[in-house]
């Protein structure tokens, strides 16, 4: 069984901070999805990455896929309080995601 | 909006009673998925479909639900006899078709919250 688990699993900082979170697995997968999901609300994608040691920056997001393919973090810059959400990482194999826990993250102004 | 769309958004049911979802996935996606998400946990996948084709269900899928998408492109989630339990955001996603599509980003809907009471 493939699983995900995302640090930390709470995370309240004040407006203006830079935060990183964390989704580490127990296997390789073909490629990580990162969504960030609102109350009562569908997950929307944020980024997908796929090759080891892969970077990508959206905006104030910087998303970062481990060397060996099993872990990734999300780092946030200067957080505003529109970032607050669940952040959910989510692993793509046989064209089925599994999904961690989620971060949720709430950014106080 | 061409996006994922999904009908109710929100369910109150009494337990016994039998409910239906629908979700129509974006247009040109020939996969469509269906997951259910509790309180702090993250998505559980339940089923997909590649067009009319239900190619796998998870063991979450019990024989009370049954999941549909005879013409290959709305899809029906039915859950029969409903359980307390059962209370759970219901998600729909899609994907769009090719033996790479896009490594697996697939698009959500708004979902179905239901409440059995």
């Known amino acids: 069984t493939q699983l995900l688990k995302q640090s930390p699993q709470f995370l309240s900082i004040q407006e203006g901070e830079n935060l990183t979170v964390y989704c580490n697995s127990s296997s390789v997968f073909s490629s990580l999805q990162w969504y960030r999901q609102e109350p009562g609300e569908g997950p929307v994608l944020l980024v997908t990455v796929v090759t080891g040691g892969e970077v990508k920056k959206l905006k104030r997001l910087t998303f970062q896929f481990g060397d060996a393919r099993k872990d990734s973090s999300l780092h946030i810059t200067a957080a505003q309080t529109g970032d607050t959400g669940l952040y959910l990482c989510?692993?793509?194999?046989?064209?089925?995601?599994?999904f961690g826990k989620g971060t949720l993250l709430t950014v106080n102004p | 909006d061409t996006g994922v769309s999904q009908d109710p958004r929100h369910k109150i049911t009494k337990r016994g009673q039998n409910v239906t979802f629908r979700c129509d996935p974006i247009s040109e996606h020939n996969r469509l998925y269906w997951y259910r998400q509790t309180l702090g946990q993250g998505p559980e996948f339940l089923t997909y479909?590649?067009?009319?084709?239900?190619?796998?269900k998870s063991r979450l899928l019990s024989d009370r639900f049954s999941a549909e998408r005879p013409k290959g492109s709305f899809s029906t989630l039915e859950i029969q006899r409903t359980e307390q339990g059962d209370s759970a955001m219901y998600l729909c996603?899609?994907?769009?078709?090719?033996?790479?599509?896009?490594?697996?980003?697939?698009?959500f809907g708004p979902g179905t919250r239901l409440t059995v009471l």
């Open positions: 479909f590649q067009n009319e084709a239900q190619l796998e």
């Open positions: 989510a692993g793509g194999s046989n064209y089925k995601l599994t």
């Open positions: 996603a899609s994907l769009s078709p090719g033996p790479l599509p896009l490594y697996n980003e697939q698009f």
